[in-house]
């Protein structure tokens, strides 16, 4: 078995600056409401964002080995995605981890464990997305896997794939669809652009969708006025 996977591939870097023009909920509605990581795995701090490709780790409960070595092999740009399995309370990142991934120039970290120093981590504005903060330390003894698919809150995330976090979630983005997944993130901003004129000139949300076809044809009854 493989451990580790060096070559991987990677988008486009104009194709990752565009999609981190847009938030993860627009890119998440755009995608057919699919590939949003679970509600629990949060920035540490409001205004973090992250937006590059997935590079994997998975790793054994409460030891972070792995995550050491792919942040010496991850490339500038690149977002590590942490799957902890079954041990979310151990913090296996912390300050000085935190360090070494921004002077290398990394694009974040996600996982669905904790970490910890998140004072620190804040102050040093590296974009970090986490489930949770904990003291509790870990271990480092046991083999896990790099840049191989990974769960992550509910989602498969592949070597590759953009991920898109920011104060409302992260949402993964599939290699092989992100252009097609672009253009209606594109065209959805557009719209509600214009919605957005609408709404300021005085409009109604519930009358600009035509909501009022949903109640009648549930039968809603109205008090006569």
């Known amino acids: 078995m493989i451990h580790i996977i060096h070559n991987i591939p990677r988008p486009d870097g104009a194709l990752v600056e565009r999609f981190s023009r847009h938030g993860s909920a627009t890119v998440h509605e755009a995608m057919g409401r699919l590939g949003a990581i679970s509600w629990k795995i949060k920035p540490l701090a409001r205004g973090m964002k992250v937006c590059g490709p997935a590079f994997t780790v998975q790793v054994q409960a409460g030891d972070n080995v792995m995550i050491l070595r792919a942040i010496r ?8 995605v942490v799957d902890c399995g079954r041990c979310p309370e151990s913090g296996p990142f912390g300050e000085l981890a935190a360090t070494e991934c921004q002077v290398k120039g990394l694009g ?6 904790s970490v910890r120093d998140s004072a620190e981590i804040i102050s040093m504005g590296f974009p970090v997305f986490s489930g949770g903060v904990s003291i509790v330390g870990t271990v480092k003894e046991s083999l896990g896997r790099i840049n191989h698919p990974v769960s992550a809150g509910g989602v498969i995330v592949n070597p590759g794939d953009i991920i898109l976090g920011d104060d409302d979630g992260v949402v993964v983005v599939p290699l092989a669809q ?3 997944i672009l253009e209606k993130s594109d065209a959805r901003v557009a719209k509600e652009a214009g919605i957005l004129e609408k709404l ?6 519930f009358d600009i969708y035509g909501y009022q076809a949903v ?6 009854v109205e008090e006569r006025t």
């Open 108 to 113: 974040g970290f996600v996982t669905t464990g």
């Open 73 to 80: 092999d991850a490339r500038p740009g690149d977002v590590l």
């Open 215 to 220: 109640l009648d044809r549930q039968g809603c």
């Open 200 to 205: 300021r000139a005085g409009g109604s949300i």
């Open 178 to 180: 992100a252009g097609e």
